[in-house]
């Protein structure tokens, strides 16, 4: 089956999802669980929404290529951390403001590098932005 990315030449769908992929599989052996993945929020998306503990981490999943002018974490700018804000604080009153045993609402990024032989990499920064 061939995907309008295949189709078009643009592979950026295809490394997104690789990119998440390997986010929600670095933050499982780490000991979070996975909430939720591509979470819409009316025009909004959250990435990975992951919880440890009393933790409630929004996860900003970013793979930049070579030929970036920007570095993944210098991606993540204010127009696109405040789009973060309003959809966590959407999905925190929605369905976890009753919940007593989160504590903390964070806000995560994930940088994923792929290696020559494609294996993913993944740096977890904890509290990018408030």
Do not use: C, Y
């Amino acid at each position: 089956m061939v995907t309008g990315a295949a189709r078009s030449g643009n592979a950026r769908p295809a490394v997104g999802k690789r990119a998440e992929d390997a986010t929600a599989q670095h933050l499982s052996l780490d000991g979070w669980e996975i909430v939720g993945r591509n979470i819409r929020v009316g025009p909004l998306e959250l990435d990975v929404l992951a919880r440890k503990g009393d933790v409630l981490a929004v996860v900003e999943v970013r793979f930049r290529g070579p030929g970036s002018w920007l570095g993944a974490l210098d991606s993540v700018d204010g127009r696109k951390r405040e789009r973060l804000r309003t959809a966590a604080r959407r999905i925190w009153d929605e369905r976890f403001a009753r919940d007593e045993s989160l504590r903390v609402l964070r806000f995560d990024v994930a940088v994923v590098d792929f290696d020559p032989m494609g294996r993913a990499h993944v740096e977890h920064v904890e509290g990018a932005f408030q």
